[in-house]
């Protein structure tokens, strides 16, 4: 039983670069979600898709971009990495029922130098 | 002024007590609403969901919702030392309901 899982769970690059975080999960849950979390802060939400093809911002979607050609998959890409963009990024799904209870990866720690 | 609030913590209390978190919102039309525990470099993992006015209990935990004071809280009987975490508030608006919004947390410590 997978879940939903994130890779890389680590990543450091430079300003400037681009970079994709992946997130699976094997659930099929329709409503997927991506957060970021800094240091003392809770979550905020990035970018958010209610099923495959159909993807709408957050509160913070500057400088990310998603797509979600299968339900299963939801990739982040940070097109020109900022230092700003140091956090730690969450994934989450939801089926969309029980008041869209959320499912959380674990988690990737991105350092941008 | 924030949508989501919760007490800034952070909060310590000793085993055994009572632990009471809080959390106000700002948006009347939110209807539901979460609390998640996280651990120290762990993800958020939800531990309570609350809809309707009053209270939800789930062994050691109650939800207290007052949608007319816009208030939720989460209260932790006999606290362990394994409650020490943070705790997040999350709140669902009526309209677009995938779309929660997180509190900063409040990160209770229970002392031996």
């Known amino acids: ?14 300003t400037g670069r681009q970079v994709t975080l992946m997130c699976h999960q094997t659930w099929s849950h ?11 802060h809770g979550l905020r939400l990035i970018y958010y898709s209610a099923a ?51 499912y959380f990866g674990p988690g990737t720690r991105l350092t941008v130098l | 002024q924030k949508e989501v609030e919760q007490n800034s913590g952070p ?6 007590a009572i632990a009471s978190l809080n959390c106000t919102y700002s948006d009347r039309v939110s209807q539901s609403f979460f609390w998640y525990r996280q651990y120290s470099g762990k993800s958020p993992e939800l531990i309570m969901s609350i809809y309707s006015n009053g209270d939800k209990e789930d ?24 409650d020490s975490a943070t705790y997040l508030c999350a709140v669902s608006p009526m309209t677009n309901a995938g779309k ?6 409040t990160t209770l410590t229970v002392k031996p």
């Open chain 2, 100 to 105: 929660s919004t997180f509190g900063d947390g």
């Open chain 1, 30 to 40: 329709s409503y997927m979600f991506w957060y970021r979390q800094d240091l003392g």
């Open chain 1, 1 to 14: 039983d997978a879940g939903i899982t994130q890779s890389p769970r680590y990543k450091i690059t430079e």
């Open chain 2, 11 to 16: 909060l310590s209390v000793p085993e055994g």
């Open chain 2, 59 to 82: 062994g050691r935990f109650t939800a207290q919702l007052n949608k007319a004071s816009q208030y939720v809280s989460l209260l932790i009987r006999d606290s362990q030392p394994s």
């Open chain 1, 52 to 102: 495959a093809d159909i993807t709408d911002k957050g509160e913070v979607p500057d400088g990310y971009v998603v797509s979600r050609s299968k339900t299963e998959n939801f990739p982040l890409t940070l097109e020109s990495a900022t230092r700003s963009q140091t956090s730690v990024y969450f994934c989450a799904s939801s089926d969309g029922g029980t008041g869209f209870t959320q």
